[in-house]
């Protein structure tokens, strides 16, 4: 079983995510990688956590299949081209994806620096993140 490979906008910036298992359930989980992986990072787990629950994986901005801006300091002038990457900026990606896609409470799965973006969305998300694994 492989995930359908789909692209959602977010900033006006392309993110890669797939999903395995059916949608129509009450609660979901979300894989996010680490540094330097992507969503076929997970390739072996999705699959196995889809026969549970719905299991959506996401590529951060920066990684896989999602748009890699260039990166910019915390004090470099803002630009159109150019990106602060952190933990705020992922886990509000994160966050703002389980509002406009999952839309239903979700167990975080993070992986590496997955694992603090989680925390970071778990934050954000209050009462509609069930858990997070670290």
């Not at 298992?21 to 009450?26: F, L, R, V």
């Not at 081209?81 to 799965?109: E, I, K, S, T």
């Not at 778990?122 to 670290?134: F, N």
Request: glycine share 10%.
């Amino acid at each position: 079983m492989s995930p359908s490979n789909q692209c959602w906008t977010w900033n006006e910036r392309p993110i890669g995510w797939g999903l395995i298992g059916n949608a129509d359930t009450e609660e979901a989980v979300l894989l996010i990688n680490g540094f330097g992986a992507n969503t076929n990072h997970w390739r072996f787990n999705q699959p196995v956590l889809a026969e549970l629950l719905p299991t959506y994986a996401i590529d951060l901005l920066g990684f896989g299949r999602s748009d890699q801006p260039r990166a910019r300091l915390k004090d470099e002038p803002d630009s159109a081209d150019a990106v602060h990457y952190g933990f705020d900026l992922w886990g509000q990606q994160v966050a703002d994806f389980c509002n406009a896609v999952v839309q239903r409470p979700v167990l975080l799965v993070g992986n590496s620096i997955g694992g603090v973006v989680a925390l970071r969305a778990a934050q954000l998300l209050g009462d509609r993140c069930r858990g997070v694994v670290l």
